[in-house]
């Protein structure tokens, strides 16, 4: 069993609403002092199989379905779960 | 300078219908081993000021603007930036 943590964000060259609304309301709330602001999702998947499995499947699910691969690029760690914490 | 990665998830008793649409998703592509799926967002900030000052406004950050903590829990790490990176 493994727990894949997924990080989809949008690519540098793609203009991002959400954050720049976030920079703004900082502003807005005297925070000068933060530069930058990277907004995305992220995603938990609890998975059984072997460790190579479970990294090739993850990366087909993020490709086909969590991610718009046009627009956003996606990262993944695995981690063992025992199945107590499972 | 920091960079401080949060993460905001759903509180474990709120219905997360985005994560219920990718189990859907998933099953219909007969990956029949995904356990458990969990969304939230994810957001990266650049704020300069010491270790102290910036996980006390991170958090305030987190608190009054990322989440909606009625709904939502939030994590968040910090990292030293070094000025080359930044």
Do not use: W
């Not at 000068?32 to 990366?59: C, I, M, P, W």
């Amino acid at each position: 069993m493994f727990k894949a943590k997924v990080y989809v964000t949008y690519k540098p060259s793609v203009l991002d609403p959400k954050a720049e609304v976030i920079k703004t309301a900082l502003s807005r709330m005297d925070y000068h002092n933060v530069d930058d602001v990277l907004y995305g999702k992220y995603f938990e998947l609890k998975l059984s199989g072997t460790e190579a499995a479970v990294r090739k499947q993850v990366d087909t699910i993020c490709d086909q379905l969590l991610a718009n691969v046009n627009m956003e690029t996606y990262r993944f760690d695995l981690e063992p779960v025992t199945e107590d914490e499972a």
